[in-house]
């Protein structure tokens, strides 16, 4: 079964940046759809991004198209989101996710233990 940490998190002013890392441990890593979701304080989970498995096709949610990056290692094993212009609604837990959230069939499936992002000055 395919294990996920997730690093890279923590408090930053707005309009900073941070890059958040996932590494899945298995085989199966490079043939996996994958995602990055977030919740804010108080709220349910949301998704973020989405990069398939040769990091041809990206999608993001509108709220963070044009701030945030994902972006794949396949010989490391690992799935990058880069956060830039950072706004204080983007605090929230951040956590790499195995598969497509957008598709609910994926909701059972990994999820790494998740990375606090905390945006305020």
């Known amino acids: 079964e395919v294990q996920l940490v997730d690093s890279g998190g923590g408090l930053v002013q707005p309009g900073g940046s941070l890059r958040l890392s996932c590494v899945a441990s298995g085989a199966l890593f490079r043939s996996e759809v994958m995602s990055w979701v977030r919740q804010p304080p108080g709220k349910e989970l949301e998704w973020v991004a989405t990069i398939d498995q040769n990091s041809f096709n990206t999608d993001y949610v509108d709220s963070v198209r044009g701030r945030f990056t994902i972006a794949r290692d396949n010989d490391k094993n690992t799935v990058y989101l880069q956060l830039n212009s950072l706004k204080t609604e983007d605090t929230a837990m951040y956590y790499c996710?195995?598969?497509?959230?957008?598709?609910?069939?994926?909701?059972?499936?990994?999820r790494g233990q998740g990375t606090q992002v905390t945006v305020s000055s």
């Open positions: 996710h195995r598969g497509d959230f957008r598709n609910e069939a994926t909701w059972n499936l990994p």
